[in-house]
Every structure is written in C-alpha cells, then in structure tokens.
C-alpha cells in the first residue's frame, strides 16, 4: 500500500513557475513509476507526465512538454514536478500518481495510487 500526499500548489500569475511535491509512504518507492494527472473544471481527467522506476526515462503531454519537468528523490521518497511558463489553462487540480508497472501509461486505470489532489490556478 502507498499514500501519496500532494504539496505545492497555490496562485500564479502567467509565465510564473510553481513546484509541486509529492510525499509517499512506503518503503519500496524506488520501485514505483510515479506520475502527474489533472483536471480542469469540466474536463476529463488527464495525464501530465510519469517518469518510469525501471529506465528512469520521463514521458510528457505535448500539451506541457518543455515547460514541466519530473523528477524524483527516491532517498526522500517524493517525487516532483516543476512547472515554468505557466498559462492560464495549466490552472487544474493536480494529482500525483504511482504504480508498480514499469512501463508508463497515459491512462488513469493503469495507476493504482493517487494523491488527494492540489489546486493550481494561474492567473492571467
């Protein structure tokens, strides 16, 4: 069983950066691949970015692909995603993910653990 609790969000202007976090229990982290979905108000749920426990290797949406960067501290057990030029339709509720597959996917059902969620709103 892995927790994962979010941190990090709040209210930016546009072109403004923002960190997110990500705390997991656990003691088999390393193990995971760990990831970012949102949800915009009215929309579906979708993915943002994973980073793969057994290549390392991360896989972004086109939609923020050279703009947000994963990463992750398996010392620390949390994993994070850098966010920089933000645009107003960035704002969404985030949520970080995690699951024992190796390989990532872009689909919410292939991920067994999510966190409760952290609002980012970014204002024009």
């Known amino acids: 069983q892995v927790q994962l609790v979010e941190s990090g969000g709040g209210l930016v202007q546009a072109g403004g950066s923002l960190r997110l976090s990500c705390a997991a229990s656990?003691?088999?982290?390393?193990?995971?691949?760990v990831g970012w979905f949102r949800q915009a108000p009215g929309k579906e749920r979708e993915f943002v970015s994973a980073?793969?426990?057994?290549?390392?290797?991360?896989y972004h949406a086109d939609s923020v692909k050279g703009r947000f960067t994963i990463s992750r501290n398996n010392a620390k057990n949390t994993q994070y995603l850098q966010m920089n030029s933000l645009k107003v339709e960035d704002t969404a509720v985030y949520y970080c993910?995690?699951?024992?597959?190796?390989?990532?996917?872009?689909?919410?059902?292939?991920?067994?653990?999510w966190g409760q969620g952290t609002q980012v709103t970014v204002s024009s």
């Open positions: 993910v995690a699951d024992s597959k190796a390989t990532i996917s872009r689909m919410t059902a292939d991920y067994d653990y």
């Open positions: 980073i793969s426990w057994s290549t390392g290797v991360a």
């Open positions: 656990g003691r088999t982290f390393n193990r995971y691949t």
